[in-house]
């Protein structure tokens, strides 16, 4: 498999210590519950150990008030998603996992990865697994030292999508530590090697994109050909048409480093040494990463992936029914975030908060699913 990949990804991709000041603008945004305060926050960073900050990554720092004692959850997309995945612009109560943790009394810190949205776009070269990594350990270790917002979070959740999973998150769990607990998503340590086939051919320059025209992307960076995204990402039988297409003008870019550099990842055993609590969620159509019976069911994917995983993991499996790759935006993705509440309630908390203050939560429908929302512990 890795031959194949490493054949393939090729020829097509050939074309210090963290900074204390951080930039930051209130905004409560018109789209979060009126009990819920945002900021945007630009964090300078390096890219490397041996450099000095000289990028920035952009973040929104949403809480219920007061902020100070909460846990907070680290957003990190997947390639060619930004912010907008987590908060998605349209029809919040459903598509918003920002809405759905803030209203239960999360901190979320919502951030573009570098090369993405309104962070910093380096050469290409340099937009990679390993600085996505080290990136990532400099805004855990901000948060934990009060460099964004003066506020001092004592638990950190790191909280990825495919890229953002395989890549930052499982190696900063494992290299740097600093957090209390990980949420992967649209993850497993698994390749479908027909939709890798197809997913090589679905991108191209985004300098020829319409989408960023006049945005003076940096040379060969990639974007996703127009109208592939519903293929990509989705069970378009389990999809608003309108996410979609929303979907489409929404999109951000990527690089062949990142592409390349995740190939090892997936196959790797690098989570054996995360020695926090995960929770592990896939969809039952998620095509980038389900073959054969892998996803029909939280246990198949438990015995696939406990190899993977040590005890201290405590590895826990949610399967979204029906959903494809892109769970949040899958019209049943309520169901996941409820599921990600109760795990994070459990293993790592809220964090202090005022003895009268309830968490808000949403109901839905679920009597039609026949998956259980309880996840399903890994058996040593």
Known sequence: MK?????????????????????????????????????????????????????KIYGELCSKLPIEGRTV???????????NYWDFPYQQKRYSYVNAMTRAGYATFNIDRIGLGKSSR??????????????????????????????????????????????????????????????????????????????????????????FSGQNIPDDYLTT???????????????????????????DTTTGSEIYSQIDAVLSNTSKNIKVPVLLVIGQQDNPFCTQNICDSAESVAAFEAPYFSPE?????????????????????????????QWSDRFVGKGSRSPDEQSETEEFDDSEQNNCLVTCEVKK
């Open 3 to 55: 031959q194949f990949l490493y054949q393939n990804l090729l020829p097509l991709f050939s074309v210090s210590a963290i900074a204390l000041q951080t930039f930051t603008v209130a905004a409560a945004k018109s789209t979060t519950p009126s009990s819920v305060k945002c900021s945007d926050t630009y964090l300078p960073v390096a890219l490397s150990p041996n450099e000095l900050p000289q990028y």
């Open 73 to 83: 959850q680290v957003l990190v997309s997947g390639l060619t998603y930004n912010h």
């Open 122 to 211: 380096p050469p290409v070269d340099q937009v990679n697994l390993q600085s996505n990594t080290y990136v990532l350990a400099q805004i855990n270790q901000a948060l934990r030292n009060g460099s964004i917002e003066g506020v001092r979070f004592d638990r950190i959740i790191n909280v990825g999508h495919s890229f953002g999973s395989l890549g930052p998150v499982v190696n900063v769990a494992s290299q740097y530590g600093g957090v209390d607990g990980i949420i992967l998503t649209g993850f497993l340590h698994n390749l479908n090697i027909e939709y890798a086939q197809f997913a090589l051919n679905s991108f191209y320059s985004a300098q020829l994109d319409p989408n």
């Open 225 to 251: 050909i127009p109208e592939t995204r519903a293929e990509l990402f989705y069970n378009q039988l389990n999809v608003d048409p309108q996410v979609i297409a929303l979907d489409e003008q929404l999109k």
């Open 313 to 341: 993991a405590k590895l826990q499996i949610y399967v979204l029914p029906n959903a494809g790759h892109s769970i949040n935006l899958e019209l049943n993705a309520p169901l996941w975030y409820k599921v990600a509440r």
